[in-house]
């Protein structure tokens, strides 16, 4: 069984650029999950989605930060402008449902110059 | 919000040790989980606790849900050096709309050969 898929896996742009990143959860899981990993800390969730509806975007900083999964499958996270303080992992998760284990992919790494 | 407070945050032992490493909470969490995240990578779930007082192993890690319901540990048993990696504990609430969950900031740990 395939895993969760992100690309790209590194990503560096200046401050102000804009940046997405793409996530393919694994097939049948209608949760996905976007974290913000910053270097020595846990993953903090960002935005969770059930099929294509928002269960919880209450820690997306909305002024810069958006995401979708319009067809309730694959996912796109958004920054625009970055910040320096955007440096981080960005990982995306899947689970069969809510409650359910959660399986990440392998992140992506940005760094903001 | 809520917080996980993890320690040690890192350990530096010989091939062949046990190490213990915990979580505590000033919350209730209804249920506890341990992952491991290596270099490049996305955590992996490692043990799920559903119960308070639940204790549960898998190979040579056992880990505890605490019968307050607001700490955990993990223990790994005759440590090898595949063991290196970031231990993280998180904490999930659940009812309403989602499954929130809470990552400590991890413990680093290194196995000497």
């Known amino acids: 069984e395939a895993g969760v898929a992100q690309s790209p896996r590194y990503k560096i742009i200046e401050k102000r650029q804009s940046v997405a990143f793409w996530c393919n959860p694994i097939?049948?899981?209608?949760?996905l999950y976007w974290y913000q990993q910053i270097l020595g800390q846990g993953p903090k969730l960002l935005i969770q989605?059930?099929?294509?509806?928002?269960?919880?975007d209450s820690q997306l900083p909305k002024d810069r930060f958006s995401a979708e999964r319009l067809k309730g499958v694959d996912s796109t996270l958004k920054i625009q402008p970055a910040k320096l303080e955007d440096s981080a992992v960005y990982l995306c998760?899947?689970?069969f449902g809510r409650g359910e284990t959660q399986y990440f992919g392998p992140g992506t790494r940005l760094l903001v110059l | 919000g809520q917080q996980l407070n993890q320690s040690p945050q890192s350990m530096f032992i010989q091939e062949g040790e046990d190490v213990s490493m915990n979580c505590t909470s000033s919350?209730?969490?209804?249920?506890w989980l341990w992952y491991k995240q290596e270099p490049g990578e996305g955590p992996v779930l490692l043990i799920a606790?559903?119960?308070?007082?639940e204790l549960t192993s898998n190979g040579r890690l056992t880990a505890q849900f605490g019968i307050t319901r607001k700490d955990s540990f993990l223990n790994i048993s005759a440590s090898i050096p595949s063991d290196v990696g970031i231990y993280f504990c998180?904490?999930?609430?659940?009812?309403?709309?989602?499954?929130?969950?809470?990552f400590g900031k991890g413990t680093l740990l290194t196995v000497n050969p």
């Open positions: 989605f059930q099929n294509n509806g928002v269960v919880d």
């Open positions: 998760a899947s689970s």
């Open positions: 097939s049948g899981h209608a949760t």
């Open positions: 606790l559903y119960k308070a007082g």
């Open positions: 998180a904490g999930r609430t659940s009812g309403g709309s989602n499954y929130k969950l809470t």
């Open positions: 919350s209730i969490f209804n249920t």
